[in-house]
């Protein structure tokens, strides 16, 4: 993990407008800057950056937070990446634990072992020949790090003569143990360099060129590795998908290679496995549309309806797009059919009606009790999605299977409406301005007002109490240039104010309740009455229960 000192220093050394400036134009506007907000559409910038308090936030869509933040979100980054990308930018030192520096020191055998396939590479003219066969180009290989892993010996020889620990080769699933005997995972391979989103490498594929029963094999599971989280390609496709807001995944990493040589850079492949949940967070980054373009065998069209289900009930748009006849996405670009291409990429089968359509295509519908099971499966798929969407498909389903819509029961769940519009009271909002910007005074205030003071804002006067200023909520109030601040001596007078209004208000609504006996009534219209004369007399009170 990244030392909370180093993360401290790179807060304090780096400048807010300085790190927004590089990703999108900003304009002087007061105290503060202004831009169109980068996270959402819009024709008049709503988005403001305050060097004074460091922080950003969009008047329009919520977004909002430090230097860090902005980084994280314009760059689809988690945390520790935007600070080591941050850090990177701006030449500073990172210090890391004892966790972290292992698993740099994993990091360098990984790249130090990268070195060595592509140097493997240029000297066997078998694996050159298999990459010329397949229609790869020099560029190709030189962009996607293409290499050869030799004899398991050569291998081991290597590490050892470049000093590496044969426990760290262990651990970054370079070698394997077995009877006490180490041996090269990746032997008489072509290898792909598998990255992490921020570029870091964390292991590799590799393709059998001496006839292996296993054709392609990965890195095992490690402490940098694992491949249901991973898409081959990603670094390099990254930027026009967010571009261009579409993603095409596909089965190989030949796949990937060849369809950026075609031009098709946003392709990306899972790693010898199935699109699972762990890929959410990755393919929601810039929220693209996603082809998935799979082989149109049994096994493909199988992997595509379940992969076509995770992602249209997880609400991601986009289709489908099976290659037939032996044919992949490699071979097609190898036989320079990229027009043809280009037109399958354009018209992909929605995801919602290529599942309906293969289950249903699953049984045999003239048969009545096969047809009864594709109309089960087919309600059950469109139960994980939503109401209006159930609807708008069941007319579909009932049409493939020649049945009355009527027949087809799907549930009836509501969404709870939230409420929209919020109530604006002034005076809480400058009581909860004055102590995020000055949080010596919190100390003050709870010595007289609670939560319960407050009509409007009770949630943000929480949150500003908790000391989370880099809440949307809290920066909406802090970037607004419109609500002044207090100092001490007028704080304690707006208190008084605040508290005779708020006290006033419990007095009316009690002399109105009728669900209290007539002694306990009158006790609490003589204790807010007291209350209201001593606060009307200068005297900050403390209601007693």
């Not at 807010?16 to 506007?29: C, F, P, W």
């Not at 249903?360 to 999605?385: H, Q």
């Not at 969404?415 to 909860?432: L, P, R």
């Not at 102590?435 to 929480?462: A, C, G, M, R, W």
Request: net charge positive; proline share 4%; charged share 30%.
């Amino acid at each position: 993990m990244i030392d909370k000192t180093s993360i401290e220093q790179l807060k304090n050394r780096i400048d807010i407008v300085d790190v927004i400036g590089n990703y999108i134009e900003l304009k002087k506007s007061g105290a503060n800057f202004k831009a169109l907000c980068p996270f959402h559409d819009e024709d008049t910038p709503s988005f403001v950056v305050s060097p004074s308090k460091q922080i950003f936030h969009c008047f329009g869509c919520g977004a909002g937070g430090d230097a860090i933040k902005f980084v994280m979100e314009y760059e689809k980054l988690s945390y520790p990446e935007a600070i080591e990308k941050l850090a990177s930018l701006y030449n500073i030192h990172l210090n890391y634990t004892d966790e972290k520096n292992g698993s740099k020191d994993l990091y360098k055998v990984l790249k130090e072992i990268n070195r060595f396939y592509k140097k493997m590479l240029d000297s066997n003219k078998e694996a050159q020949k298999y990459l010329k066969e397949r229609g790869v180009y020099e560029s190709s290989i030189e962009k996607f790090e293409i290499g050869y892993a030799p004899d398991s010996q050569k291998t081991i020889n290597y590490l050892k003569s470049r000093h590496i620990p044969l426990q760290e080769a262990i651990d970054s699933g370079i070698l394997a143990l077995q009877d006490n005997r180490v041996y090269a995972r990746f032997i008489e391979r072509i290898t792909f360099p598998i990255y992490t989103p921020n570029g870091q490498i964390v292991g590799f594929g590799g393709r059998t060129i001496s006839n292996h029963p296993a054709k392609y094999i990965n890195s095992p599971q490690t402490k940098l590795f694992n491949k249901s989280k991973l898409l081959y390609g990603y670094t390099k496709a990254k930027e026009k998908i967010f571009k261009t807001k579409k993603m095409i995944i596909t089965e190989g990493y030949l796949d990937v290679v060849m369809l950026h040589q075609a031009g098709f850079t946003n392709a990306v492949a899972t790693l010898g496995t199935a699109l699972t949940k762990d890929h959410l967070p990755l393919l929601r980054r810039g929220e693209p549309k996603i082809v998935l373009a799979y082989d149109g065998d049994s096994a493909g069209i199988a992997a595509a309806i379940k992969a076509a289900k995770l992602l249209s009930s997880s609400d991601i748009e986009g289709g489908v797009v099976l290659f037939e006849n032996g044919m992949d996405p490699a071979d097609m670009v190898k036989e320079n059919k990229i027009d043809e291409l280009e037109k399958i990429f354009r018209n992909p089968k929605p995801f919602i009606e290529f599942v309906i359509e293969k289950t249903i295509s699953l049984y045999d519908i003239k048969n009545p009790i096969e047809k009864e099971k594709a109309l089960n499966e087919a309600i059950n798929y469109l139960k994980s999605l939503s109401p209006i969407i159930q609807e708008e498909y069941k007319s579909y389903v009932a049409a493939l299977l020649n049945i009355p819509s009527t027949f087809i029961k799907l549930s009836r769940n509501s969404f709870q409406q939230q409420k929209i519009t919020q109530n604006k009271d002034t005076k809480e909002i400058t009581i909860i301005k004055t102590i995020l910007e000055n949080p010596k005074l919190i100390d003050t205030v709870l010595d007289f007002i609670s939560p319960k003071h407050f009509k409007y804002h009770q949630e943000e006067f929480k949150l500003a109490i908790e000391k989370k200023s880099d809440h949307p909520q809290l920066m909406n109030i802090l970037l607004d240039e419109d609500i002044k601040t207090y100092n001490e001596e007028e704080l304690k007078s707006e208190l008084l104010i605040f508290l005779i209004k708020f006290y006033e208000q419990k007095l009316k609504n009690l002399i109105k309740e009728k669900n209290i006996s007539f002694s306990q009534k009158s006790f609490w219209i003589r204790k807010y009455k007291e209350i209201i004369n001593r606060l009307k007399k200068g005297e900050l009170v403390i209601e007693e229960d």
